[in-house]
């Protein structure tokens, strides 16, 4: 369905009915119109066209994109809910790795508006199973998935990684592989480009949640000048503020120790793994935090992955 909204979308682009087609998009993104989250999020995936991005085909210059959307009322209004709603709302309502695939999506338009003051997240309620839900609960869903997101994402791209690693350093070794009969290389050579095919798609999305993690952690204005602190307040509640910790303690680690050799692959490139800028997130988060006492708090509380040189040995890294 996407693909046919991108083409209503590419039609009106010389006409003068961009502006309507905007409102009834980002309408169509409220769970009161579409109970759908599949649509929704399809929907949004659609809207991509709006934003400026390295992939985009669009001809249309992108001042023109721009100012569509950040002139659009109803955008401005309720954009930032429906992303924060579809994010949240999709979790049950797709395929497990469809999920990540929508909320890549989800990612490049939040990150667009994010810094955007113009941009609400307007205090709206909604109605779940006859009671009303505010934004403040919605955030807090969205926030604890979005962890558990990074968590998950994380995990299983550096595994892969590991993985990859063991199969090349098969291959290097002349004598070993040589003894391999020609149907189990071909199974393992197989087996090597699924792996690096689901840690590209892994690194990808890894890196763009804990991007998102960065970016809203920022001493900054986000949508509708929400402050800083109401924003990352959210993030170190005692429900979710251990996971947070426990999950940057531990991938800070993984990625500075002396054992990270064992995700240094072939060709970083070819699986989109890029230590250096997701170790920057990571280290950003932790900067952005600084102040907020419960993250500092819980930090030395991690008995599985902080220990006292931690931070030490990050540094040169940095």
Same mark, same amino acid.
């Given at each position: 369905? *996407?693909?046919?909204?991108?083409?209503?979308?590419?039609?009106?682009f010389? *006409?003068?009915?961009?502006?309507?087609?905007i409102?009834?998009?980002?309408?169509?993104?409220?769970?009161t119109?579409?109970?759908?989250p599949h649509?929704?999020?399809?929907?949004?995936?659609?809207?991509?066209?709006?934003?400026?991005?390295?992939?985009?085909?669009?001809?249309?210059?992108?001042?023109?994109?721009?100012? @569509?959307?950040?002139?659009?009322?109803? &955008?401005?209004?309720? $954009?930032?809910? &429906?992303?924060?709603?579809?994010?949240?709302?999709?979790?049950?309502?797709?395929?497990? +790795?469809?999920?990540?695939?929508?909320?890549?999506?989800?990612?490049?338009?939040?990150q667009?508006?994010?810094?955007?003051?113009?941009?609400?997240?307007?205090?709206?309620?909604?109605?779940?199973?006859g009671?009303?839900?505010d934004?403040?609960?919605?955030?807090?869903?969205?926030?604890?998935?979005?962890?558990?997101d990074?968590?998950?994402?994380?995990?299983e #791209?550096?595994?892969?990684?590991?993985?990859?690693?063991?199969?090349?350093?098969?291959?290097e070794?002349?004598?070993?592989?040589?003894? %391999? +009969?020609?149907?189990?290389?071909?199974?393992?050579?197989?087996? $090597?480009?699924? %792996?690096?095919? !689901?840690?590209?798609?892994?690194?990808?999305?890894?890196?763009?949640?804990?991007?998102?993690?960065?970016?809203?952690?920022?001493?900054?204005?986000? !949508?509708?000048? #929400?402050?800083?602190?109401?924003?990352?307040?959210?993030?170190?509640?005692? %429900? %979710?503020?251990?996971t947070?910790?426990?999950?940057?303690?531990y991938?800070?680690?993984?990625?500075?120790?002396?054992s990270?050799?064992?995700?240094?692959?072939?060709?970083?490139?070819?699986?989109?793994?890029?230590?250096?800028?997701?170790?920057?997130?990571?280290?950003?988060?932790?900067?952005?935090?600084?102040?907020?006492?419960?993250?500092?708090? @819980?930090?030395?509380?991690?008995?599985?992955?902080?220990? @006292?040189?931690?931070?030490?040995e990050?540094?040169?890294?940095?």
């Amino acid at each position: 369905m *996407s693909d046919i909204l991108r083409r209503v979308i590419w039609r009106t682009f010389l *006409s003068d009915n961009l502006d309507h087609v905007i409102s009834f998009l980002v309408m169509y993104c409220n769970k009161t119109w579409v109970p759908n989250p599949h649509t929704r999020a399809e929907i949004v995936e659609a809207m991509t066209v709006f934003i400026p991005n390295e992939r985009s085909k669009s001809t249309t210059p992108t001042a023109n994109r721009e100012v @569509a959307l950040c002139a659009n009322v109803i &955008a401005k209004e309720r $954009l930032g809910t &429906a992303l924060v709603s579809v994010f949240v709302d999709i979790e049950h309502a797709a395929p497990f +790795d469809h999920k990540f695939q929508y909320r890549y999506h989800i990612f490049e338009i939040l990150q667009y508006i994010w810094p955007r003051p113009s941009f609400n997240l307007p205090k709206l309620t909604f109605e779940v199973k006859g009671r009303e839900e505010d934004t403040t609960v919605l955030f807090t869903k969205f926030i604890k998935l979005l962890m558990n997101d990074a968590n998950f994402l994380l995990d299983e #791209a550096l595994h892969n990684l590991e993985e990859i690693k063991k199969l090349q350093m098969l291959q290097e070794d002349g004598e070993e592989w040589g003894q %391999l +009969d020609e149907p189990t290389r071909q199974s393992k050579l197989k087996t $090597l480009a699924e %792996l690096k095919r !689901m840690c590209t798609s892994h690194n990808l999305l890894a890196y763009e949640t804990v991007n998102c993690i960065r970016y809203m952690t920022t001493r900054s204005q986000g !949508m509708g000048g #929400a402050s800083h602190k109401s924003v990352t307040y959210a993030f170190v509640t005692p %429900l %979710l503020v251990d996971t947070l910790v426990t999950m940057l303690n531990y991938y800070l680690k993984e990625l500075v120790s002396t054992s990270q050799t064992k995700y240094r692959v072939r060709n970083l490139e070819e699986v989109k793994f890029n230590p250096g800028a997701l170790l920057q997130a990571i280290v950003a988060i932790y900067i952005n935090l600084r102040h907020e006492e419960m993250f500092i708090c @819980a930090i030395p509380r991690d008995g599985r992955s902080y220990h @006292a040189t931690l931070f030490s040995e990050t540094a040169p890294h940095w």
